[in-house]
């Protein structure tokens, strides 16, 4: 079983702060995905990753993929309360035939 | 429609009743999937579909839950006999294409129905 380990679990910040959360397993993925969700709704993908070393950028949104393809980051800079939410991220096996996803971080940007 | 669709949006039983949870997947999507969401968890996979081929039952965390897609597209997930620890919120999501495909690696998620076992 693949076991994706999401840090920190809850995180309440201010806005106008930068802050960095973290995907972590042992196991290796294809891909990894991140996801935001809200109060009430489904999640949502903002982004796949999928080479070892890999960053993408999604406005204040920085995305890095491991190179060892076993871990995986997330940077907001200047977070906004608009940024409040659930971030899951996902792993994709090699096969490409199972998603497994991370226990989620729960983020608070306070006004 | 435009997006997955699940209904009902909650759904609160008694313990030992069976529930049954709906999902309308995004037209001509092939593939649909049934998630279970713990509060404020992440998510646990119980069953996947794609088109007529045998679902992935690999999920499903006892005999008392099963699932049928009609006709490759609607899709119900039935819980016999809940229990108090079956309380969570049921996600379905639907791709375009089977798992391992490009396609299929994109998954689209309904807004979910709370399930309350009292």
């Known amino acids: 079983t693949q076991l994706l380990e999401q840090s920190p679990q809850f995180l309440s910040i201010q806005e106008g702060e930068n802050l960095t959360v973290y995907c972590n397993s042992s196991?290796?993925?294809?891909?990894l995905q991140w996801y935001r969700q809200e109060p009430g709704e489904g999640p949502v993908l903002l982004v796949t990753v999928v080479t070892g070393g890999e960053v993408k950028k999604l406005k204040r949104l920085t995305f890095q993929f491991g190179d060892a393809r076993k871990d995986s980051s997330l940077h907001i800079t200047a977070a906004q309360p608009g940024d409040t939410g659930l971030y899951l991220c996902a792993g994709l096996n090699n096969a490409g035939n199972m998603l497994t996803f991370g226990g989620g971080t729960r983020l608070m940007v306070k006004p | 429609g435009a997006g997955v669709s699940q209904s009902p949006s909650n759904k609160v039983t008694e313990k030992g009743k069976d529930v049954e949870l709906r999902c309308d997947p995004i037209s001509g999507h092939t593939a649909l999937y049934w998630y279970r969401q713990s509060l404020g968890q992440g998510l646990e996979f119980l069953i996947y579909f794609q088109g007529n081929s045998a679902p992935d039952k690999s999920g499903l965390p006892s005999d008392r839950f099963s699932a049928e897609r009609t006709g490759g597209s609607v899709s119900t997930l039935t819980i016999q006999r809940t229990q108090q620890e079956d309380s969570a919120v049921y996600l379905c999501?639907?791709?375009?294409?089977?798992?391992?495909?490009?396609?299929?690696?994109?998954?689209?998620f309904g807004a979910g129905t709370r399930l309350s076992v009292l």
């Open positions: 999501a639907s791709s375009s294409g089977p798992r391992g495909s490009g396609a299929g690696d994109i998954q689209y």
């Open positions: 196991s290796v993925f294809s891909s």
